[in-house]
């Protein structure tokens, strides 16, 4: 009986210190809000493409410092890393992207990007926070402070990472290559989360196994014989061969990979030509190529190649001017969520934010670099999660019309901030402090 009654009472005790660190953790994070959301409109403000987040890196190692960090500057380009010990414990890396996209923004917002720069080709490039990363370094920025100011309540390591060129699928590799685990205290666990556009604001889902597919990236140069547009019989026209290629390309998931198979074939740019009157020398076209099985994966890519070639030799060209298919180094591999450090943090998450708050989730088939974080030997156990970013209201009336919302990487994309970054900062808080507990 004295046992049952001592147990009952260890329950009753952490129940309520449960209760007081959900507590001090909000009241933490609404004193930090205003703070939080000046520095958000001002990243979002000043957008960086990938590879190019000086200032943007800037920030985030201003922050990390403020909050008791030690920070590292220039790992793996622009990458920034902070660390704080606190004792005996695990170590948890927290990840947070710096880059923008080269889009326009168009959401009208009062703090919209008017951002245009010079890219890395030396092309002029608007520039747009359009996926949320600038709400991602929000929220690693504020769990940052309430972390550090909640030290009696944790032992252990934080390292947190402010990663380049997400997304053009570079920085994760290359802060892992200049040493990010070998120069920095090696992580027992890597989380990080991702708003999503089309959820409601404040929603949160962990999916067990993959969450993000393998992503490649193929580059097609599609030749011909250049000539005037009034004779296109003395000429062999890129551009008609390269619609033919689009075209034909949309049956490799449709005709050649099984039903209900994750696949993705999709050409993002087609250029070429600079006069209406003159058929060019040749087009390039930019694809990016998605799926969850690397037997699928190169399927897909064999199959790009053996259409572009061949419809090249149906149209005339001479095997010197066929089509060429380029794989580029712009790879990402399934981002995959340990089962078990997933299914523990569904139930953390659940307990501090509400059950109806966790929302099933489907896994995407957009990438993420996230995953070179755990695939490291021996691998590292990582967990993305998801939170939703969409006006509960507009969502609604989404499901009522069937008009989608604004996803990621649309010139419209506007994240409901409050509500979000209440969710981000509170889901990264009580990720840490779970992870960095004597559980």
Known sequence: M???????????????????LHREVAERLGSELPSLGTFYRDIHQHPELSLMEARTATAAAREFRSAGFEVTEGVGGTGVVGVLRNGPGPVILIRSELDALPIREETGLPFASTVVVKDLAGRDSPVDHACGHDVHLTALVGAARILSGLRARWSGTLVLVGQPAEETAAGAYAMLRDGLYTRFPRPNFAIALHIH??????????????????SDSVDILVRGVGGHGARPDMAKDPVVLASQIVVALQTIVSRETKPGVAAVVTVGTFHGGTKRNVIPEQVKLELTVRSYDSAVAAHLLDSIRRISENLGRAAGMPENLLPVVTVTPEHTPVTYNDP???????????????????????????????????????PVPCC???????????????????????????????????????????????????LLSSR
């Open 2 to 20: 004295r046992a049952l009654i001592a147990s009952v009472l260890v329950s009753i005790a952490a129940t309520a210190g449960a209760a007081d």
């Open 197 to 214: 556009g089309d959820s409601p604001a404040g929603t949160v889902s962990v999916l067990e196994g993959g969450a993000c597919a393998n």
């Open 340 to 378: 078990a450090l997933a299914r523990r943090l569904r139930g953390v998450l659940a307990d501090w934010l509400g059950t109806d708050r966790i929302i099933p989730g489907d896994p995407t088939t957009a990438g993420e670099d996230f995953a070179w974080f755990g695939r490291t030997t021996p």
């Open 384 to 434: 993305m999660w998801f939170v939703g970013a969409a006006d509960p209201a507009k969502c609604a009336e989404s499901a009522r019309t069937g008009v989608p919302l604004p996803s990621n990487h649309s010139p419209y994309f506007a994240p409901d901030f409050d509500p979000t970054i209440r969710a981000c900062v509170t889901s990264l808080c009580a990720g840490a402090l779970d």
